[in-house]
Nanobody, 125 residues
């Protein structure tokens, strides 16, 4: 069983920072791209940032220059450093990863996309 667990969300004032973490655990053979998505009330889930195993990154235009995604491959962990937060960043943030489990590898299956349960980030004065 593979799972992703996020942490680090909370309530923060505009202009402040938060750091989200997401750890993948279970019977993991390899992890490909990892990323963060968010969903605000009444809106569709949207991409925030992604990072490959080699460290190549991609960001939504709305967070470029303010958010930084990083990962620690040895611990199967991805981070999202969020600076200069504003109320428009309020959302549930979800971790996402393409993971090949040992079981799927044994049966010659493809990597699957896994999602975390989400962590609430609220930016308000």
């Amino acid at each position: 069983q593979v799972q992703l667990v996020e942490s680090g969300g909370g309530l923060v004032q505009p202009g402040r920072s938060l750091r989200l973490s997401c750890a993948a655990s279970g019977s993991i053979f390899s992890i490909n791209v990892m990323g963060w998505y968010r969903q605000a009330p009444g809106k569709q889930r949207e991409l925030v940032a992604t990072i490959t195993t080699g460290g190549s990154t991609n960001y939504a235009d709305s967070v470029k220059g303010r958010f930084t995604i990083s990962r620690y491959n040895a611990k199967n962990t991805v981070f999202l450093q969020m600076n200069s937060l504003n109320p428009e960043d309020t959302a549930v943030y979800y971790c996402n990863a393409g993971i090949l489990s040992y079981r799927d590898r044994l049966y010659d299956e493809r990597a699957r996309v896994y999602w975390g349960q989400g962590t609430q980030v609220t930016v308000s004065s």
